[in-house]
Structure formats: structure tokens, C-alpha cells
């Protein structure tokens, strides 16, 4: 309930208080789960889309179920981590996407996590223009699948090199990523997320198939 307090005091003020809401979900394989069982948790977080209040997180099981409690009715977007080697490939509330997507919450429905096996990784080589290599440089892995500045927020990854200049991303869905790197690092606001949108073109173009691996050589460039 918004309140402006002025020139004089605000008496008898009713707030309604809203109903406690739950959102139970599950996180699952995509297809076969690794033959030996492993003890692997994925961290669920609800983000409100708009207001501050009612976010949440859990820590599940892989596989398993959750329950995520103390939830105000709002709308919401999902922020999931699978364990290293692993990558979060979809996420569906009441049997529509959500993986990007912002959702508004209903009694009943179920958040379902989907964790695949197949993701791969991109080695990068950063150097001057003279061939000594870059300590300290942030190199950006961008998937060609974000279509918006505010999508590429969500599913953009970094590393940082090492003393020879190389770093390595963590695992990554198979597709197509320009590759692009930087002596600056990113503070992550709108305008700075708009700047690195705009300088993908002149990244390396890189496609990563399923459990594939590719090195890519980079210069760094002006981003920000």
C-alpha cells in the first residue's frame, strides 16, 4: 500500500494483508538422468518482475520436488543454477515457457525445471596486438538465441583470464555465441547491458555443439 506522508499524520490506515501463496515445482532431466546417481542440488529463485516484496528460494534436488513458500500472488521470473558440468534448458510454469519469460502466478500450477546433460565449453586465448597474452580481461560468451538487451541480461555468461591470457566458460547449451572480450569489467546496468548488445557483432562467432568443446583467440575491444 503506498503511502506519502506530508504536512500532518495519517491515522486509521487500513492495510489488507494478502493471502500466503505456494509454488511447488520439480526439477527433472532432460531425458535419462546419468547412470550413476549423483547428490546434485539446483538453487530456484523467484524474482518479482516489478515490486520488492515476495521473492523466494529453494534448494531442490536433482531430481526431485520443492515448495516454495511465503509468495505474494504477483509476477515473477525464474533464476535457476544446475551444478557445474549441467545447464538449466527449460522452464515451464502451468505448461508454458518461462525460461526468459515472466509469469503471473497461479493456484495450482506447477514450476517445472529441466536440467540437460549435453552442454559444452569455449576456451578463449586473449592477446594484445603484439601476441602477449592478457591477465585480468573479462571475456563475454553471448548466445545467439537472446533477442532483446534485457533477454541477453538473463543468459549472458563471463570468465576471467588467467596470467597466460586464457579462461574457460562454464558449461553452455549447444547453439551459436559471439565471443568477445574486454579489459573493463561490466557493471551490469541497462545502459551497460545495451552497450555490450550492440558490440556483438564484432565478436568471434563460435557453435557449440552438444558436449563439444572450441577454443576461440580474441584481441579485446571498447564495450563500455
Known amino acids: 500500500l503506498p503511502v506519502s506522508v506530508t504536512d500532518h499524520d495519517l491515522a486509521r490506515l487500513q492495510i489488507d494483508a494478502l493471502p500466503g501463496f505456494s509454488i511447488s515445482g520439480e526439477v527433472v532431466w532432460d531425458g535419462d538422468g546419468p547412470a550413476k546417481q549423483e547428490s546434485a542440488q539446483v538453487q530456484v529463485s523467484l524474482v518479482p518482475a516489478v515490486s520488492r516484496a515476495g521473492s523466494a528460494s529453494v534448494t531442490a534436488p536433482l531430481p526431485g520436488r520443492f515448495v516454495a513458500n511465503n ?27 518461462v525460461l526468459h519469460q515472466t509469469f503471473q502466478t497461479i493456484a495450482g500450477a506447477t514450476l517445472t525445471v529441466v536440467v540437460a546433460r549435453d552442454g559444452g565449453a569455449i576456451t578463449a586465448k586473449l592477446t594484445d596486438k603484439d601476441g602477449n597474452p592478457l591477465p585480468s580481461a573479462t571475456v563475454w560468451f553471448l548466445p545467439a538465441t537472446a533477442q532483446t538487451p534485457a533477454e541477453l541480461e538473463t543468459v549472458l555468461t563471463s570468465a576471467t583470464t588467467d596470467a597466460a591470457g586464457l579462461c574457460a566458460s562454464a558449461t553452455l547449451p549447444p547453439g ?49
Do not use: C, H, M
Request: aromatic share 10%; hydrophobic share 40%.
Open 71 to 97: 509468495v505474494l500472488p504477483d509476477e515473477y521470473f525464474v533464476r535457476a543454477s544446475a551444478p557445474a558440468g549441467y545447464y538449466i534448458k527449460e522452464i515451464t510454469y502451468a505448461g508454458l515457457s
Open 176 to 224: 551459436k555465441y559471439a565471443v568477445l572480450a574486454s579489459l573493463d569489467p561490466l557493471d551490469r546496468t541497462a545502459a551497460n547491458i545495451d552497450k555490450l548488445w550492440s558490440a556483438r557483432a564484432k565478436g568471434a562467432e563460435v557453435e557449440l555443439g552438444p558436449n563439444g568443446s572450441k577454443q576461440v583467440s580474441l584481441q579485446p575491444i571498447t564495450i563500455f
